[in-house]
T-cell receptor, first 111, second 114 residues
Framework: GQQVMQIPQYQHVQEGEDFTTYCNSS?????IQWYKQRPGGHPVFLIQ?????EVKKQKRLTFQFGEAKKNSSLHITATQTTDVGTYFC???????????FGDGTTLTVKP | DGGITQSPKYLFRKEGQNVTLSCEQN?????MYWYRQDPGQGLRLIYY???????QKGDIAEGYSVSREKKESFPLTVTSAQKNPTAFYLC?????????????FGPGTRLTVL
């Protein structure tokens, strides 16, 4: 079945440093979604990328979708303590009507 | 958030008892999902439903059961057959039409089996 892998599993940064998490799928994706889960909370949708090579920005967050539509990345510039949490990517398994989530990257930020 | 409610927030049960977790949405979404999350782990799909009166097993369905009698509701029963039921359970919903089908998650239920 479809597999979605994320690295790294954990990332500890000093406030102000940059952060990147990478997502790789075993199959070509029609789109990829990113979610953020704050500690003790539930996942919240951040963005969806659809086109090959697409780049989208949300303030300090930059999302990229690979040319082959099998990988994606989330980059945070100048991290802040409000960025802490676990970031998940998810790829649709359109034939099955569900999505496969990566295991997430947990970001901690030292003030 | 997003019109999905899960109750209760915390649930304690004795080993060997069945327990049913509630999930209700008022977003008019066709699809609903149940995930299990263990500490420091990702989201594992238990069951999902694309339409009323139909549902499919996810990756870890053993020891769980669901029903989808109404569009708004997708309750999950954790049976005594589930060997390690203590976990954080998340319900989600989404549309099934169009290009953007992001999932909206409920606040979750933390189940502890004593």
């Amino acid at each position: 079945g479809q597999q979605v892998m994320q690295i790294p599993q954990y990332q500890h940064v000093q406030e102000g440093e940059d952060f990147t998490t990478y997502c790789n799928s075993s199959t070509t994706l029609s789109n990829i979604q990113w979610y953020k889960q704050r500690p003790g909370g539930h996942p919240v949708f951040l963005i969806q990328l659809v086109k090959s090579g697409e780049v989208k920005k949300q303030k300090r967050l930059t999302f990229q979708f690979g040319e082959a539509k099998k990988n994606s990345s989330l980059h945070i510039t100048a991290t802040q303590t409000t960025d802490v949490g676990t970031y998940f990517c998810a790829g649709p398994d359109t034939n099955a009507g569900k999505s496969t989530f990566g295991d997430g990257t947990t970001l901690t930020v030292k003030p | 958030d997003g019109g999905i409610t899960q109750s209760p927030k915390y649930l304690f049960r004795k080993e060997g008892q069945n327990v049913t977790l509630s999930c209700e949405q008022n977003l008019n979404h066709d699809a609903m999902y149940w995930y299990r999350q263990d500490p420091g782990q990702g989201l594992r799909l238990i069951y999902y439903s694309q339409i009323v009166n139909d549902f499919q097993k996810g990756d870890i369905a053993e020891g769980y059961s669901v029903s989808r009698e109404k569009k708004e509701s997708f309750p999950l029963t954790v049976t005594s057959a589930q060997k390690n039921p203590t976990a954080f359970y998340l319900c989600a919903s989404s549309t099934t039409s169009g290009q953007y089908n992001e999932q909206f998650f409920g606040p979750g239920t933390r189940l502890t089996v004593l």
